[in-house]
T-cell receptor, first 113, second 110 residues
């Protein structure tokens, strides 16, 4: 089935450790996105990419890094510089079109102990 | 920053219609209006989108004001499964920075 796969679904890490969240899509979409969601809050954009080997900072990029080496993959690294990394992380993809809908993964819940 | 504003919450009774407003006063002529909803502990899902004319699909209807500065998502008969956070966003062909606001939390009473 076509869709977006995020892994892991749950992740526990100690403070100060970098962690990488995986996002893979088989929808042949050019655009991919990473969002962060805190309890009871909306989605905040971390990074986005429109094409392989290119990406842009979103509204809250500090403490995060991404790569886009393949069209279908857009991993997010939460670095030790991120002050409060515990959150629900969502990956999405879409076609490069004003009418293109966003497809979201099921999310990765990161807890820093 | 999000280019849309929505009420924080709305309540409805089961099987009654729900009208969810969204203001987008700075909308450009080429922006499409998209709506998504997010069930608890899940990723958001697409609901509907439109440009100028009202739109209907199996999930909802979208009514767009004549000046396009506001729109309303209409759930015709709310069910308990419609309890979710609903987001309104704008999509432009040249801007792929898609920011979501806090959305509207819809509560459906049985």
């Amino acid at each position: 089935d076509g869709g977006i796969t995020q892994s892991p679904k749950y992740l526990f890490r100690k403070e100060g450790q970098n962690v990488t969240l995986s996002c893979e899509q088989n929808l042949n979409h050019d655009a991919m996105y990473w969002y962060r969601q805190d309890p009871g809050q909306g989605l905040r954009l971390i990074y986005y990419s429109q094409i392989v080997n290119d990406f842009q900072k979103g509204d809250i990029a500090e403490g995060y890094s991404v790569s886009r080496e393949k069209k279908e993959s857009f991993p997010l690294t939460v670095t030790s510089a991120q002050k409060n990394p515990t959150a629900f992380y969502l990956c999405a993809s879409s076609a490069l079109s004003r009418t293109g809908e966003l497809f979201f993964g099921e999310g990765s819940r990161l807890t820093v102990l | 920053d999000a280019k849309t504003t929505q009420p924080n919450s709305m309540e409805s009774n089961e099987e009654e219609p729900v009208h969810l407003p969204c203001n987008h006063s700075t909308i450009s002529g080429t922006d499409y209006i998209h709506w998504y909803r997010q069930l608890p502990s899940q990723g958001p899902e697409y609901v509907i989108h439109g440009l100028t004319s009202n739109v209907n699909n199996r999930m909802a209807s979208l009514a767009i004001a004549e000046d396009r500065k506001s729109s309303t998502l209409i759930l015709h008969r709310a069910t308990l499964r419609d309890a979710a956070v609903y987001y309104c966003i704008l999509r432009d062909a040249d801007d792929y920075k898609l920011s979501f606001g806090a959305g509207t939390t819809v509560t459906v009473r049985a």
